[in-house]
T-cell receptor, first 113, second 112 residues
Framework: DQQVKQNSPSLSVQEGRISILNCDYT??????FLWYKKYPAEGPTFLIS?????DKNEDGRFTVFLNKSAKHLSLHIVPSQPGDSAVYFC????????????FGTGTQLKVEL | EAQVTQNPRYLITVTGKKLTVTCSQN?????MSWYRQDPGLGLRQIYY???????DKGDVPEGYKVSRKEKRNFPLILESPSPNQTSLYFC???????????FGDGTRLSIL
């Protein structure tokens, strides 16, 4: 049972435009959400996170939105740059779950010139 | 430099031959985890540890063992590896829960 879902395996966007990556979850116990970025032959690197007490968190070009009622979060990248081309994973951690982190299957973002 | 170091980076071995993948972090982090990444399945947590001598199962613990005798080290042990454990493995650490995890660069294991 996939508790964190990224339904778009890939996304292509033009440089300078907005990239929107989506993630849905089913477990209502998740209270901390993160986005990671991964380049080939490297480990995932942390991008941005959001606690369930917020509905938005911003860091430079990256904004994460959380809609708890819909169990949906999204990552907005504005403006998109060629260096943003990577696989993006969303992840979620449950309340009282120690360090138990559940990842989505990832979305390959390609930013074209 | 703050980092998570995994060794080896690549290993090809045969079914049944015990192997250990080491993981070490230099950030004095409390929490450490192991993940495997497989095509179409994303990253799945194998085991995690909240402190020395405290470990717990993730989503796919079968066929793996871990130990946390020191804060900085969290080795992953495959007692009798099988071909379905061929995968890309990542170790990660974080200071506390609800904190971003720092990942190593991965270990690619091939079990023939």
């Amino acid at each position: 049972d996939q508790q964190v879902k990224q339904n778009s395996p890939s996304l292509s966007v033009q440089e300078g435009r907005i990239s929107i990556l989506n993630c849905d979850y089913t477990n209502s116990m998740f209270d901390y959400f993160l986005w990671y970025k991964k380049y080939p032959a490297e480990g995932p690197t942390f991008l941005i996170s959001i606690s369930s007490i917020k509905d938005k968190n911003e860091d430079g070009r990256f904004t994460v939105f959380l809609n708890k009622s819909a169990k949906h979060l999204s990552l907005h990248i504005v403006p998109s740059q060629p260096g943003d081309s990577a696989v993006y994973f969303c992840a979620a951690e449950p309340t009282g779950g120690g360090n138990k982190l559940t990842f989505g299957t990832g979305t390959q973002l390609k930013v074209e010139l | 430099e703050a980092q998570v170091t995994q060794n080896p980076r690549y290993l090809i071995t045969v079914t049944g031959k015990k192997l250990t993948v080491t993981c070490s972090q230099n950030m004095n982090h409390e929490y450490m985890s192991w993940y495997r990444q497989d095509p179409g399945l994303g990253l799945r947590q194998i085991y995690y540890s909240m402190n020395v001598e405290v470990t717990d199962k993730g989503d796919v613990p079968e066929g793996y063992k871990v130990s946390r005798k020191e804060k900085r080290n969290f080795p992953l042990i495959l007692e009798s590896p099988s071909p379905n454990q061929t995968s890309l493995y990542f170790c990660a650490s974080s200071l506390f829960r609800a904190q971003p995890q720092h990942f190593g660069d991965g270990t690619r294991l091939s079990i023939l």
